[in-house]
């Protein structure tokens, strides 16, 4: 399986402010995915992470609010801006690993927006 | 709409007790189902499902698919107090690695 960190695991943030979340996977994967999970709900799919170019975000989610990168086959970026209480979650990052054609998670950032 | 419904969304039992969680699913061009435990934040993945009445099988945890009904379904038996987690089933479609999960069932085993 593919083993996934991600940093930090949890903030408190300030309203108006952005948060950029870091994702690193132990070995090279086809795709990586953002979600979040909103306190009481399950997991929603914000944006799959594509290698070298743009990300590919889901409906209600756009790129001004949630801007990723991905400059390599290992490790992706969210950032979370102009941040408000709504925003408060768990943001999951995930791994695609072709070879058990399933899908792994990092342990998740809890954000707290005040 | 892809669309992945779970129940019960509480269970509370005792241990020792056997459990089956239900999850149904309405995914285009279905491809597989995954089940996954939430104890903190992190999902861990336990099984995944493409093919029908085949069951999986992992210590005290078992699935199968019934993929003519579009569900599957959980077992744990002998429960324990550290089975005590959310359970999450997601649907795949084909041609496509992202997960749409249904709610959770938040599963409460008491000593």
């Known amino acids: 399986s593919a083993v996934i960190s991600q940093k930090p695991s949890r903030d408190i943030c300030q309203r108006g402010t952005s948060l950029t979340i870091q994702c690193q996977v132990d070995?090279?994967?086809?795709?990586m995915f953002w979600y979040r999970q909103q306190p009481g709900q399950s997991l929603t799919l914000i944006a799959t992470?594509?290698?070298?170019?743009?990300?590919?975000?889901e409906s209600g989610f756009v790129i001004d609010k949630f801007p990723i990168s991905r400059p390599n086959l290992t490790f992706s970026t969210l950032t979370v801006s102009n941040m408000s209480p709504e925003d408060s979650s768990i943001y999951l990052c995930?791994?695609?690993?072709?070879?058990?054609?399933?899908?792994?998670f990092g342990p998740g950032t809890r954000l707290t927006v005040l | 709409e892809d669309k992945v419904v779970q129940s019960p969304l509480s269970l509370v039992v005792h241990e020792g007790d056997t459990v089956t969680l239900n999850c149904s699913y309405e995914v285009t061009n279905f491809r597989s189902l995954l089940w996954y435990k939430q104890e903190k934040k992190a999902p861990t993945f336990l099984f995944m499902l493409t093919s029908s009445g085949i069951e999986k099988k992992s210590g005290r945890l078992s699935s199968i698919l019934d993929k003519k009904e579009l569900f599957s379904i959980l077992n744990i038996t002998a429960t324990q107090t550290g089975d005590s987690a959310i359970y999450l089933c997601?649907?795949?479609?084909?041609?496509?690695?992202?997960?749409?999960f249904g709610q959770g069932t938040r599963l409460t085993i008491n000593p």
């Open positions: 070995s090279q994967v086809t795709m």
């Open positions: 992470a594509n290698q070298g170019s743009e990300a590919t975000y």
């Open positions: 997601a649907g795949r479609g084909r041609g496509a690695q992202k997960l749409v």
């Open positions: 995930s791994a695609y690993a072709g070879s058990l054609d399933t899908q792994y």
